[in-house]
């Protein structure tokens, strides 16, 4: 009829378990569009969100000790937003306690590991290829989310468990690569610091999954649960290419003697505590040409 919409038949506000809404429409006036502008302007953001370690941030490794150490391994996480979109992605169909504390203690082990290891044996990988297969990770598990590897490659996804220990490992590589470009001097209390970031690490981590698991939590509740798992898990992909598409801008365009300055940078390679890592400038001159 002339000036009327066209409803579905059943009531707008779905029934809790029934599948009578499109994934993609908003159940209210109030919905989701909102919800996904603020999901764009956060990704038309990420650019400006450093996260690269500020100068400010190496001088504090530098004069600073074990607290110091700390407060710059929780801020890496909470400002680290390549690692809270994965860790909102792992979240977010996880309900009961006791999952959160298995997955994100198999992740917490593996991205230790590598921290740790990466650190000490001064494992280099290019900042922009480490950042970009972490953005993977984030395309990775919102894929699955969505149960994408059954609904549209038709097999079983791997198991879980292991795909977050991996994914750990990847992570924890990063986090060494950002501690190798603070930490400019050979030091004798390096063991402790390297354990008092990683620490810090994960107080920041604990901070950060209690916001988004009481988020979650209270949306559970809610009618308009499933459409925004849809949008939201669609956002995470969108969010992963875009940063996914930076680091491999920045690769590309940034040129192949700067990126290879930083691991050429040893302070004396006869000693595996020596050669840890770069000077402050040239971290920075390698990853701000």
Known sequence: MSGMRCLPARAPAAVPGADNTHPWRPVSAAGWPPAISGLAALLLALPTWA???????????????????????????????????????????????????????????????????GTFAAIQVNTYVIDAIIALTVIYKAFENLDGFKRWLGISPPPLLLMVFVFGLIHGLGLSMRLQQMTLVADSELAGKILTFNLGVEFGQIAALLVMGGVLSLWRGLAGWKPFTTAINGALIVAGAVLFALQVDGYVTTPTQIRSAAIATRLDSSSPTHSILLSAKGASHALHP
């Open 51 to 117: 996260h690269d370690p500020t100068d400010a941030a190496k001088q504090r490794m530098l004069d600073g000790g074990y607290l110091d150490f700390i407060w710059l391994g929780a801020e890496h996480m909470l400002t680290g937003y390549d690692h809270l979109l994965f860790l909102l992605g792992v979240l977010f169909f996880l309900a009961r306690p006791l999952d959160i504390v298995k997955f994100i203690t198999v992740f917490t082990v593996g991205h230790t590991l590598t921290l740790l290891f």
